[in-house]
């Protein structure tokens, strides 16, 4: 089943010993997402998760669970997991998973804190948009409210996460809005890093249909980069944070550390801007 399934990972985890746990995804129902459409979800077998560990380099340092959303399992499945990941790889210092926001409101901060004891040691969790009526547009499966208290959840259980947000997102006319509201939702939280991608119109989706249609026009270059610049206007972390718009769906390729590196790549947007 999983062995011929198509593997997504961060680009951070390039490096990163792959861990199948779950195929296709438990929600499945984003308007922008074609990745899982085709793919009926599973969980891989724990015989089958423990032969791969038998086969890893007992001193690997870093997992990563592939899967849409690998903590789909549930607790006691993962701290099993995370148990016998620590047993075949005892190196292993940190385990590395999606996150959906849907999924970790399942989760108590009392079993996250377990987790991470355990060694879940980072998330990367798709927030997408700080407005309401954008994620309900995009049927994403939360609320903006959801999302600050899971986020704050995590923080609280001591497990650090990247956030990953779509400019682009709300359509043509709303990029200013949706970067204003985005911060002030991450503005809330403390995350390690906010990366950012450009939405993209895929093939099959619910939102090339309302493209077709003309429910939804997407944003022009320009204003997509006025977004992100907005967006980094209005971010104020608490703790220092990374600014990462290096993903390949970006129009622009950037990354610094805020709050101390925000003017420089204010700057770097503005120059881009200027040259349209």
Not at 169 to 187: F, L, P
Not at 222 to 246: A, G
């Amino acid at each position: 089943m999983y062995k011929n399934d198509t593997i997504y990972y961060p680009q951070d985890e390039m490096t990163t010993f792959l861990l199948p746990v779950t195929t296709g995804c438990s929600y499945n129902k984003c308007a922008f997402c074609s990745m899982y459409k085709d793919d009926q979800y599973g969980e891989v077998p724990f015989s089958d998760i423990e032969m791969q560990l038998l086969n890893g380099y007992i001193y690997t340092e870093k997992v990563f669970l592939t899967g849409a959303d690998p903590i789909s399992i549930g607790f006691d499945k993962m701290k099993g997991l995370l148990d016998m990941i620590h047993q075949y790889l005892p190196y292993c210092a940190c385990v590395i998973s999606y996150a959906s926001i849907k999924n970790i409101l399942k989760y108590s901060v009392e079993e996250l804190s377990i987790l991470h004891d355990a060694g879940l040691r980072l998330l990367y969790i798709g927030f997408e948009t700080g407005r309401d009526d954008i994620l309900k547009l995009m049927n994403k499966g939360h609320t903006v409210n959801e999302a600050i208290k899971q986020a704050k959840k995590l923080n609280e259980a001591k497990i650090p996460f990247n956030s990953i947000i779509m400019y682009g997102i709300a359509g043509e006319g709303e990029s200013v809005d949706n970067a204003v509201a985005t911060a002030k939702m991450i503005n809330q939280f403390v995350t390690n890093k906010v990366i950012t991608m450009s939405l993209t119109v895929f093939y099959g989706t619910e939102l090339e249909n309302m493209v077709k249609r003309g429910d939804f026009i997407p944003p022009n270059r320009k204003e997509q980069l006025v977004e992100i610049r907005t967006l980094l206007e209005n971010l104020e972390p608490k703790k220092s944070m990374i600014f990462d718009t290096t993903h390949p769906t970006n129009i622009i390729k950037i990354k610094g550390t805020l709050p101390q590196d925000k003017a420089k790549l204010i700057d770097k947007v503005r120059n881009y801007i200027k040259v349209l």
